[in-house]
């Protein structure tokens, strides 16, 4: 076994031997909200949100963008499990930021192998064979945060299958103070109506 999986079993039977009343967790979210947010590490929306388990849908995904299968998520977040309010929330200094579709298409089309940034230029650790299959992929990169979340937000607003009910609020986490800071423009483009 690898150091990481010894780590993380050692850890969920921690977990598990204190698991207790969280048995009789209800499968809809208890306080009935969804947040859209990014995979980056430095993100743990359950502390920047205070959340506890049970309280809230998390959905995430590079960069916390509004693609297809976050919308499936939150449709289903809404329709069959009762969240009324949703969050997007971007953060500073995104990864997202530091490349193009172009230049993911073509890392991949050289080498599947990890790549590295060397002043300011991706470039593939190892040699091929690589896959012309991310030309087929939209990545969703982006250039400035706050568009960013706006695009989002109105994406999902203006998706058929979301109600206009539901309040959908725009914030950029901000990864040097831990503050969540609203995109005014975003909760204006998500307002219920």
């Not at 499968?27 to 502390?47: E, G, N, Q, S, V």
């Not at 693609?67 to 929330?89: H, M, N, P, Q």
């Not at 989002?152 to 299958?161: A, C, E, T």
Request: net charge negative; hydrophobic share 40%; charged share 25%.
């Amino acid at each position: 076994m690898s150091k990481i999986l010894d780590e993380v079993l050692d850890a969920n039977a921690k977990y598990a031997s204190t698991f207790g009343d969280k048995a009789n967790l209800q499968l809809p979210p208890a306080r009935h909200f969804a947040i859209l947010t990014c995979m980056d590490a430095r993100l743990d929306p359950a502390k920047y949100a205070g959340l506890a388990e049970g309280d809230a849908h998390v959905i995430r995904n590079a960069g916390g963008r509004a693609s297809d299968d976050a919308i499936r998520s939150l449709v289903i977040s809404y329709k069959l499990l009762g969240t009324r309010e949703w969050f997007v929330i971007h953060h500073t200094d995104c990864g997202m930021r530091l490349f193009t579709d172009e230049v993911m298409r073509n890392l991949l089309a050289g080498s599947l192998t990890p790549a590295t940034l060397e002043n300011g230029v991706w470039r593939n650790s190892g040699e091929g064979p690589g896959s012309t299959e991310g030309n087929f992929i939209n990545w969703l990169t982006f250039t400035d945060d706050a568009k960013a979340v706006v695009d989002d937000v109105v994406r999902i607003r203006n998706h058929p299958l979301v109600p206009h009910s539901i309040p959908i609020y725009g914030f950029l986490y901000d990864v040097k103070t831990g503050k969540l800071v609203e995109i005014p423009e975003a909760t204006k483009a998500g307002r219920a109506k």
